[in-house]
């Protein structure tokens, strides 16, 4: 297993990025879990996950955006994903939440779906 790290940074207009390197699995879903858990505590539910880095996503993983998109939009947020390597990216897919989150290729479109600019 690589080393696993998360970078949070906050952008304008509310919007708070978090970058996540390494695998996101059983293992480490928890410490993921904990970042999305303490931005909502902190009032932050516009999302942007930069999976450009991380090499691989368990099930447990996925379940973590599972479970935050519902408080996120309840809250006029939304979590969008960004960049996901084609086996991440596969997950999603198999796991039908490619129908439910905003995969992109760009920070830019990200941020536009956020704030509708």
Do not use: C, H
Request: net charge negative; proline share 2%.
């Amino acid at each position: 297993m690589g080393d696993f790290q998360i970078n949070t940074q906050k952008l304008s207009d509310g919007i708070t990025s978090i970058s996540v390197k390494g695998f996101l699995d059983a293992y480490t879903y928890s410490e993921f879990e904990q970042t999305i858990n303490n931005l909502f505590n902190q009032k932050q539910y516009k999302l942007v996950v930069d999976l450009s880095n991380v090499d691989y996503i368990s099930s447990a993983g996925a379940g973590v955006f599972i479970g935050a998109i519902g408080l996120a939009q309840e809250n006029n947020g939304n979590i969008i994903i960004i960049r996901p390597k084609p086996g991440v990216k596969e997950v999603f897919d198999l796991l039908g939440l490619s129908q439910i989150f905003t995969i992109t290729n760009n920070l830019e479109a990200a941020i536009k779906t956020l704030t509708g600019k």
